[in-house]
């Protein structure tokens, strides 16, 4: 039992220290643009924190699925309306070395 229990200590840290690694962006968005059709890029004024596996200080997204279509709408309305936004990575890079986005907020 007392080994079981050392392991999640051990998975939770691990995983408090992945996110610790996701990097931010925040501000207007500066540029958008797509790959092959399937995947859509932004950069956003300000980038705290990349992650090592992103030296193009973008962010990533896939246009495959429901929840990548839904954010890459929130970005072009973002665009639009001329919004600052706040973009929270998840500190890994599966699109073109860049960062994957966990969430995207704008305010009114």
């Given at each position: ?72 709408a929130q970005v072009l ?32």
């Amino acid at each position: 039992m007392k080994n079981i229990f050392a392991i999640l200590i051990a998975l939770t840290g691990l995983m408090t220290t992945a996110f610790s690694f996701a990097g931010s962006g925040g501000g207007k968005i500066t540029r958008v643009y797509s790959h092959a059709g399937d995947v859509a890029i932004y950069r956003t004024q300000h980038y705290v924190s990349p992650p090592s596996c992103n030296p193009y200080g973008e962010f990533a997204i896939s246009l495959k699925t429901y929840s990548g279509r839904a954010i890459h709408a929130q970005v072009l309305t973002a665009v639009q309306e001329d919004k600052t936004v706040a973009i929270a990575g998840t500190g890994t890079c599966t699109y073109l070395s860049r960062e994957n986005v966990r969430y995207i907020y704008f305010n009114n």
